[in-house]
């Protein structure tokens, strides 16, 4: 498959165990936030988004966190399965006004031990 | 219903050519945005059109150029290839503009530039 990234964080979970990943971002004027997983091969998947009015929306099996006091974010993942493995990204945005476009993080790879 | 479709899905060219890439969206999706992904930088606005208008621009050089037809494809060209274009090529589709949680990603279109 595709090589998203050669040096993406890593973290491993056993399956059955909560995930939890982390991403910082840096406008603090972004007031839309979104969590895509990209599996090896595939285009970035949307799986939960966040705007700032908000601090915590949950999903299934997934709940994103937003703390805008230090502009952090991190999705949590219940039950991780190995159907979950993938590099997950987070993504910001500005849609109040005009010229919003996505500013994607790093990347982390999740990587699921059965 | 059929995906994102983009073609070709590997492309190798040299330094100095150019390169037109297509992107069909969902049926009925009249926005389409482009993303480059590399190692080293990750995911990249490139641009995004919708009712065959520039919509938004990323910062990227004029060497990278795009449009979109009536029937919504689209297509993005980049000239005077650089080792440094080297990516994946994404494009995603949505029903609005900025409905990134209702966008849809086709696979890619991996390009080498040797």
């Known amino acids: 498959g595709e090589s998203v990234g050669l040096h993406l964080p890593t973290l491993s979970v056993q399956e059955g165990d909560n995930s939890i990943i982390n991403c910082a971002y840096s406008?603090?004027?972004?007031?839309?936030f979104i969590w895509y997983k990209q599996e090896s091969g595939k285009g970035p998947q949307f799986i939960i988004d966040?705007?700032?009015?908000?601090d915590k929306r949950q999903g299934q099996r997934v709940t994103v966190l937003l703390n805008k006091t230090v502009k952090h974010l991190s999705l949590q993942i219940a039950a991780t399965q190995p159907g979950d493995s993938a590099v997950y990204f987070c993504a910001e945005s500005r849609l109040a006004g005009s010229g919003d476009k996505l500013t994607f993080g790093t990347g982390t790879r999740l990587a699921v031990r059965p | 219903k059929a995906g994102v479709t983009q073609t070709p899905r590997y492309l190798i060219k040299t330094r100095g050519q150019q390169v037109t890439l297509s992107c069909s969206p969902i049926s009925g999706h009249r926005s389409v945005s482009w993303y480059q992904q590399t190692p080293g930088q990750g995911l990249q606005f490139l641009f995004e059109y919708f009712s065959e208008t520039q919509r938004n621009k990323g910062n990227f050089p004029g060497r990278f150029s795009g449009r979109q037809f009536s029937n919504s494809r689209s297509e993005m060209n980049v000239s005077t290839l650089e080792l440094g274009d080297s990516a994946l090529y994404l494009c995603a589709s949505s029903l609005k503009p900025s409905s990134y949680n209702e966008q849809f990603f086709g696979p890619g279109t991996r390009l080498t530039v040797l």
């Open positions: 406008n603090s004027a972004s007031d839309y």
């Open positions: 966040i705007r700032s009015n908000m």
